[in-house]
């Protein structure tokens, strides 16, 4: 594995512009790089970008755009023999991979299609390094280490729950696994998670903790693309090289919302260029290469070398949520990226490459049923918070409450810690 | 975002702030009005708080029993005239939260600093001038003008480890900024479980100024009071800047530290020793026996003012400045109002919604059964704030105003 790392040259992301080199210069080097890439892998968005208006031009660019990256994996993949050291992973991480895909499956905000991107990422995090996440955000925190009880007890509105049930499905914190939230607005973790790779540097530069290598990701959608702090946040992270990797799930679809009616250009991955920092567009529904591109940005985050910006083309199966009558989407569509499930394209990877048995993966999908009923029954069964815990927590130092008539910290009053006081 | 205009608003600041030596200040402007000659008189008020001493290093950790004597402040109205010999250091407003700020920076490294032009320029109030160069850019850092994104990026550093002082150029470019300070840094501690603290400090000038046009003359605290989770405190004289800054940085909680534009300038006497103020208290200014008024920030010179004309005409009020704009210091204010049974709000603040009405509630809600008359709330008008000097300063309370509410509080 370290050596399909090492073979996956930086010079395949499309490099920010450097301010050295002319304007004509660049023009070859991102023509150079279209020319090059003449693949592309999702045979529907290429229909949907065909009905853009007045955008052949873009439409084209589209699929000559593609990012070199799922180049890469392919000639890997064509190029391995059957012995394991070519192949993108190793039979454990096979079976983590899957086992963590499977685990992500489940809940509110459903996340179905999507597994591929937050498997692929996250995996690969140490437990120092920081999530920040959307209100799809407990995937991202079981993928980060968070134990299934505690994430859906927290669904359940349980006290066993990560947050002590305070939080709910889009406000997923951990503090021990650095999972920042849980941001149920568009946008607003991306300043967040640019503030936690801000102290990484902070720690690095400042405070002089030269191992702090520490690298904070940042999961959005397609529909955050078009926000305001999306930009200001890539301008910032570019600005001062932090840490950070924006990752963009784009499932094509903001609730009801198009990205194609929402979006000048929808090829998001050519914003990090344009901020200065490697834009990636990546197959999202194929964890390998996902893993692949994620593997380049950590270490680039690492090495001090700043932030990436990857796009990951996915789908989500169901609709934005369990509200969601998902009514505008064409089936066709639907169907098509049916046939492109995550899950199984892993399944049909380690068959292929035999990596592992039906029956090893049977037993992980066992496991994960067994997990996901013991996480329902140990919620079920947990109790709910009791009223003495309605006061807790809304001020780190509850003297945040103030004084009372009678001078005490309204805090010190036995109907604060009941409950009942009236703040 | 606004920075251009606010540069000829902050203008005024920088003549003054660059000719410190010479001890001009915003009140000897020539386009000074009414409430300019109030407020160069009302210098001579800052209530002298050598007393305060006794709070010792760190406020937040002393015991309800003792609020009682630590509220309390000379009664005289002593000049401020000051001389080189007596104990302390002469300095003016901007420079007293400097001058926390530093030491605060000073104490843990962890304090960092970031907003428009707090780096290299020093502040557009000079209140980061010099620390820069001597703390580093990342620790004075210079933002790009992306209010919402900067001060979620101060969160998301509080989050991880650090203590972030946000500035607003001017408060209210933080209208911006309001998603983050009202979701996330209300709400992170409570939404996580208590699991993650948001140390920040949110801080800038605000209020109404000289004619800065109203988008520059905002009375935000009512925007701002009833987001949970955050604290807000007020300034007033150079030495409670000072406490009330190094308090705000070392508490656990989110703090928004509401300073006025035309405060900057104040001169006082400060202790040489370290001393921090409780971020809950509030601060008796002059104690008085006919009627209690409660005010904060500027207002507390045009109280003061009416005061002296109230004094020559028989009556004895009690002025208290909150300071803590939320919470209340529903003590210190109900003990007034048990004393005098007679209250007059005076506010800089919004009349819908604002701190005077949420401080009507209070009493109204606490202290009902001692009010010998009803509140009497005098609050800035409901009108986006006029640019022509006329019509502003027929916007907020004018001392002659107060000096009528007093005299028909106490028929």
């Known amino acids: ?423 | 975002m606004a920075a251009i205009i606010q540069g000829i608003g902050a203008a005024t600041a920088l003549t003054s702030a660059n000719s410190l030596d010479t001890k001009k200040s915003f009140f000897s402007n020539s386009r000074r009005s009414l409430s300019v000659g109030a407020e160069r008189k009302g210098r001579t008020f800052v209530v002298r708080s050598d007393g305060h001493l006794s709070y010792g290093l760190n406020g937040r950790g002393r015991r309800a029993e003792q609020l009682i004597t630590n509220a309390v402040a000379a009664k005289e109205d002593t000049a401020a005239a000051s001389t080189s010999s007596k104990p302390g250091h002469e300095l003016l407003l901007f420079e007293a939260l400097r001058e926390g700020l530093e030491e605060e920076m000073d104490r843990d490294p962890a304090v960092c600093v970031m907003g428009e032009d707090v780096g290299h320029y020093g502040g557009s109030y000079k209140v980061t001038k010099g620390l820069a160069p001597k703390y580093g850019d990342l620790r004075v850092l210079d933002t790009p003008i992306a209010e919402n994104s900067f001060t979620g990026m101060g969160i998301g550093a509080a989050m991880t480890g650090l203590r972030p002082v946000i500035e607003g150029m001017n408060m209210g470019f933080l209208l911006l900024a309001f998603n983050q300070i009202s979701n996330n840094c209300g709400m992170l501690h409570y939404t996580s479980g208590g699991q993650f603290k948001i140390p920040v400090v949110i801080r800038g000038p605000g209020g109404v100024g000289r004619q800065l046009g109203a988008e520059h003359s905002q009375r935000l605290e009512s925007y701002f009071q009833s987001i949970p989770g955050i604290q807000m405190v007020a300034c007033s004289t150079p030495y409670n800047a000072k406490g009330l800054m190094k308090a705000a940085i070392r508490s656990d909680n989110p703090v928004i530290l509401f300073e006025h534009v035309l405060l900057y300038n104040l001169k006082e006497r400060i202790p040489d020793e370290e001393y921090v103020l409780n971020l809950e208290e509030a601060e008796m200014v002059r104690p008085g026996e006919h009627v209690t008024i409660l005010t904060y920030s500027r207002m507390r010179y045009h109280v003061m003012q009416a005061a002296k004309t109230l004094v020559n005409k028989g009556y004895d009020p009690e002025v208290i400045d909150i300071r803590s704009l939320k919470p209340f210091d529903l003590h210190t204010i109900g003990n007034s109002v048990k004393k005098t049974h007679r209250v007059l709000i005076v506010e800089e603040c919004m009349r819908t919604g604002g701190i005077g009405a949420s401080l009507t509630a209070a009493i109204t809600e606490n202290f009902h059964d001692y009010l010998d008359a009803p509140i009497i709330c005098l609050s800035s008008q409901d009108v986006p704030t006029p640019y022509a000097g006329t019509l502003e300063n027929w916007t907020v309370v004018q001392p002659a105003q107060i000096v009528t509410a007093v005299e028909q509080l106490c028929q």
């Not at chain 1, 959005?220 to 305001?228: A, K, L, S, V």
């Open chain 1, 1 to 423: 594995m370290a050596a399909s790392a090492s073979s996956f040259a930086a010079n395949k992301f499309l490099q920010p512009i450097n301010s050295t080199r002319s304007i004509d210069n660049n023009k070859k080097t991102l023509l150079g790089n279209q020319l090059k890439d003449s693949s592309f892998f999702l045979g529907s968005a290429k229909k949907l970008y065909m009905k853009k208006p007045f955008s052949s031009q873009n439409s084209k660019s589209r699929s000559n755009g593609v990012f070199a990256v799922s180049e890469v994996v392919k000639d890997k993949k064509l190029n391995a023999d059957s012995s394991l050291s070519n192949l993108l992973i190793t039979k454990d991480e096979g079976l983590e991979l899957y086992e963590d895909m499977g685990e992500n499956v489940w809940f509110v905000h459903l996340y179905n299609g999507q597994e591929a991107v937050s498997t692929g990422f996250i995996r690969l995090l140490k437990k120092e390094d920081s999530v920040v996440s959307t209100y799809r955000d407990h995937v991202h925190a079981l993928s980060k280490g968070v134990p299934a009880r505690q994430v859906m007890s927290e669904l359940f509105g349980k006290t066993t729950g990560c947050c002590r049930g305070q939080g709910g499905s889009m406000h997923m914190f951990s503090k021990e696994h650095n999972v920042l939230g849980g941001f149920a607005f568009i946008g607003e973790g991306i300043p967040v998670a640019t503030g936690a790779a801000f102290t990484s540097k902070y720690r690095r530069e400042v405070l002089k903790e030269a191992d702090c290598d520490h690298v904070t990701m940042a999961f959005f959608g397609d529909g955050t693309c078009n926000n305001g702090q999306f930009f200001e946040c890539l301008n910032m992270a570019a600005l001062w090289k932090l840490p950070i990797i924006f990752v963009v799930e784009n499932n094509l679809w903001a609730i009801g919302m198009s990205h194609l009616r929402s979006t000048s250009d929808p090829e998001i991955w050519k914003k990090g260029p344009a901020f200065g920092m490697p834009g990636v567009h990546v197959d999202g529904m194929d964890v390998l290469k996902v893993r692949e591109v994620a593997k380049e940005a950590v270490a680039r985050a690492r090495r001090g070398d700043g932030p990436t910006l990857v796009e990951c083309e996915t789908y989500r199966f169901r609709g934005h949520s369990l509200a969601d009558p998902d009514e505008l989407r064409d089936p066709a569509e639907k169907n098509h990226y049916a046939t492109r499930d995550p899950i199984s394209a892993l399944k049909k990877y380690m068959f292929e490459n035999n990596l592992a048995s039906e029956a090893e993966l049977k037993a992980i999908d066992k496991k994960i049923d067994e997990l996901v009923e013991e996480a329902v029954e140990f919620a079920d069964e947990s109790p709910h918070p009791v009223r003495s815990q309605l006061l807790e927590n809304v001020f780190a130092d509850p003297k945040g409450f103030g004084i009372g008539p009678d001078g005490r910290y309204r805090c010190e009053d036995p109907k604060f810690t009941e409950g009942t006081a009236h703040v």
